[in-house]
């Protein structure tokens, strides 16, 4: 067989298992809604399917509404928070596709959510003494972890970046860090932007002690490993106290007279 028969399998075997999306080239405009003006994507899934962002609403009606986008189904309309003018906005969507996330608007405010089909869109709570606006901006990849932003309505100054998760709801990032012994040393983290796939490295911006706007990013290990890192050091410390125990007493029957 000749070099140019040999050759001919695997060119055949390549085309074969070359990406579709690599063998088309497409545009494909998304649209507007009936009567809008306007749409804007913000974000992307991991195999490029699903798309989201915010769409004008139609004629006669004010506002902004997330939107979640696919080849079947078109722009498909997230409705908003209830209470407060209608907007939302989707910032984010999961790797899988299914989780989206972003902030609608209540009567206190811009309101951050997690978007699925099954329980449509739901807020993500407050931080309570730092403020009741929120955005999300970033998800991991099975939709389980958000983070984003706090703000007190019109104070910048008291912007905090937040983690949440279902087992634990809303929390201030630097409270989730100091409770893990890192020690942010008069760092003020205002902002999470960026979230790893696996939810335990998060990438964001804060004003570090010397006055200036930084960029930085954090790892969270997983629950079991802080619990096992804290089971750990609490052996420790019982093992240190048994020892210094033990070793007290040994000093003790030394220096005690001998009883003949």
Same mark, same amino acid.
């Given at each position: 067989?000749?070099?140019?028969?040999?050759?001919?399998?695997?060119?055949?075997?390549?085309?074969?298992?070359?990406?579709?999306?690599?063998?088309?080239?497409?545009?494909?405009? @998304? !649209?507007? =809604? #009936? +009567? %809008?003006? $306007?749409?804007?994507?913000?974000?992307?899934?991991?195999?490029?399917?699903?798309? *989201?962002?915010?769409?004008?609403?139609?004629?006669?009606?004010?506002?902004?509404?997330?939107?979640?986008?696919?080849?079947?189904?078109?722009?498909?309309? @997230? !409705?908003? =928070? #209830? +209470? %407060?003018? $209608?907007?939302?906005?989707?910032?984010?969507?999961?790797?899988?596709?299914?989780? *989206?996330?972003?902030?609608?608007?209540?009567?206190?405010?811009?309101?951050?959510?997690?978007?699925?089909?099954?329980?449509?869109?739901?807020?993500?709570?407050?931080?309570?003494?730092? +403020?009741?606006?929120?955005?999300?901006?970033?998800?991991?990849?099975?939709?389980?972890?958000?983070?984003?932003?706090?703000?007190?309505?019109?104070?910048?100054?008291?912007?905090?970046?937040?983690?949440?998760?279902?087992?634990?709801?809303?929390?201030?990032?630097?409270?989730?860090?100091?409770?893990?012994?890192?020690?942010?040393?008069?760092?003020?983290?205002?902002?999470?932007?960026?979230?790893?796939?696996?939810?335990?490295?998060?990438?964001?911006?804060?004003?570090?002690?010397?006055?200036?706007?930084?960029?930085?990013?954090?790892?969270?290990?997983?629950?079991?490993?802080?619990?096992?890192?804290?089971?750990?050091?609490?052996?420790?410390?019982?093992?240190?106290?048994?020892?210094?125990?033990?070793?007290?007493?040994?000093?003790?029957?030394?220096?005690?007279?001998?009883?003949?």
């Amino acid at each position: 067989m000749s070099r140019s028969t040999l050759g001919l399998p695997i060119a055949l075997a390549l085309l074969i298992s070359t990406p579709a999306s690599l063998l088309a080239a497409s545009f494909t405009p @998304l !649209g507007v =809604l #009936p +009567g %809008g003006q $306007f749409t804007t994507a913000h974000g992307l899934s991991a195999d490029g399917s699903t798309v *989201v962002g915010n769409a004008s609403l139609g004629a006669g009606e004010v506002g902004n509404e997330a939107f979640r986008w696919d080849a079947v189904r078109g722009l498909q309309r @997230l !409705g908003d =928070l #209830p +209470g %407060g003018p $209608f907007h939302s906005n989707a910032q984010a969507i999961s790797a899988d596709g299914h989780f *989206v996330v972003g902030h609608g608007r209540t009567e206190r405010g811009p309101q951050a959510f997690r978007w699925d089909a099954v329980h449509g869109m739901r807020a993500l709570g407050e931080l309570p003494g730092v +403020g009741s606006r929120s955005v999300a901006q970033a998800v991991s990849a099975d939709g389980s972890t958000v983070v984003g932003y706090v703000i007190d309505d019109g104070d910048d100054d008291s912007r905090e970046a937040f983690i949440w998760s279902e087992r634990s709801g809303m929390q201030a990032l630097d409270v989730v860090l100091a409770s893990l012994g890192i020690d942010l040393n008069g760092w003020r983290l205002t902002d999470a932007v960026g979230i790893s796939d696996d939810g335990r490295t998060i990438a964001g911006s804060g004003r570090s002690p010397g006055g200036r706007t930084e960029a930085w990013i954090a790892v969270v290990p997983e629950p079991g490993t802080a619990i096992l890192l804290g089971l750990s050091l609490m052996g420790l410390a019982i093992h240190g106290r048994s020892a210094s125990s033990v070793t007290a007493r040994r000093r003790q029957a030394d220096s005690s007279p001998v009883v003949t």
